[in-house]
Every structure is written in structure tokens, then in C-alpha cells.
Nanobody, 114 residues
């Protein structure tokens, strides 16, 4: 069973930055398109950033220009660099493969204070 371990969250003031990491135990990591998702308290989980196996990226409009997704296939790890954080970015952040049926990790809490 694949394990996904997210880390790097925390409490930051508006305008600040955080870098999230997600390590996968799956050896097929490199061939999977990966995504970062977030779930604000009481709301549905949404996909905010995608990186394909080939390295192409895409973002939801609300984070474009502020968030950067990247991956290190040698480390089976995907990253999310978050800059110019806003209070509305507050959520639990998760990573997962877009097209494989991997279980969700525990996520990492990001809290942005105004």
C-alpha cells in the first residue's frame, strides 16, 4: 500500500511563504502525474496544482503566480512552494497521484493569519 507523507505546513502571517513536501513510498512515483490538493475546514477538497510525469505544471487561478509545484523523482517527492500567502489559503494540504488509486496521507495544516 502506498504511503504519502506530507510535511512543511505551519502558521504564517499573510504575505509569508512556506514550502510543503510530500514523500511517496511508491516506486512508480516517477510515472505518475501528481497533484497538491487543499481542504479548508468544512469545505470540499480542491485540486490546486498539478505536475505531470514529464514536468508540465498547471494551477488553479487562485494560486497562479504565487504557488510553484515541483518534483524530485529520485526522492519520490513532490513539493509546493507557496509565496504571498493569503488567509484564504488556510487549509489542510494533501498530495496524491491524479490517476492512481492511492490512499490519502494525513495532510499538513497551513494556517495564514491576517
Amino acid at each position: 500500500q502506498v504511503q504519502l507523507v506530507e510535511s512543511g505546513g505551519g502558521l504564517v502571517q499573510a504575505g509569508g511563504s512556506l514550502r510543503l513536501s510530500c514523500a511517496a513510498s511508491e516506486s512508480t512515483f516517477s510515472i505518475n502525474d501528481m497533484g497538491w490538493y487543499r481542504q479548508p475546514l468544512g469545505k470540499q477538497r480542491e485540486l490546486v496544482a498539478v505536475i505531470t510525469s514529464g514536468g508540465s505544471t498547471n494551477y488553479v487561478d487562485s494560486v497562479k503566480g504565487r504557488f510553484t509545484i515541483s518534483r524530485d523523482n529520485a526522492k519520490n517527492t513532490v513539493y509546493l512552494e507557496m509565496n504571498s500567502l493569503k488567509p484564504e489559503d488556510t487549509a489542510v494540504y494533501y498530495c496524491n497521484a491524479l490517476w492512481s488509486n492511492w490512499s490519502w496521507g494525513q495532510g499538513t495544516q497551513v494556517t495564514v493569519s491576517s
